[in-house]
Nanobody, 110 residues
């Protein structure tokens, strides 16, 4: 499995971004996926997860603002991020099992 995240950028406080994670391989529908982030000076942390059946998990700090989803026909996992705050500034990574894809930088300016 290979993962490629995209969709990061610079956004103002209160703005929105939608990250995408394109996944290679034919077993996409059977896999669980996660979005992680690494903020400056901090360890990588899980932000959200989605199972093969569509069950979701969110870190408390993003509940109600972020939504993880998947499109099995497109082999893609999404992270819709609304009401972005400066503390959401981080490199965001898509993960499956022990595999992380290259990250995408999200910068929230105040």
């Amino acid at each position: 499995v290979q993962l490629q995240a995209s969709g990061g950028g610079l956004v103002q406080v209160g703005g929105s971004l939608k990250l995408s994670c394109k996944v290679s391989g034919s077993t996409f529908g059977l896999l669980n996926f996660h979005w992680y982030r690494q903020r400056p000076g901090s360890q990588r942390e899980e932000v959200a997860g989605i199972s093969s059946g569509g069950s979701t998990f969110y870190q408390e700090a993003v509940k109600g603002r972020f939504t993880i989803s998947r499109d099995n026909a497109k082999n893609t996992v999404y992270l819709q991020m609304n009401s972005l705050q400066p503390e959401d500034t981080a490199v965001y990574y898509c993960r499956n099992g022990f595999v992380y894809g290259p990250g995408t930088l999200v910068t929230v300016s105040s």
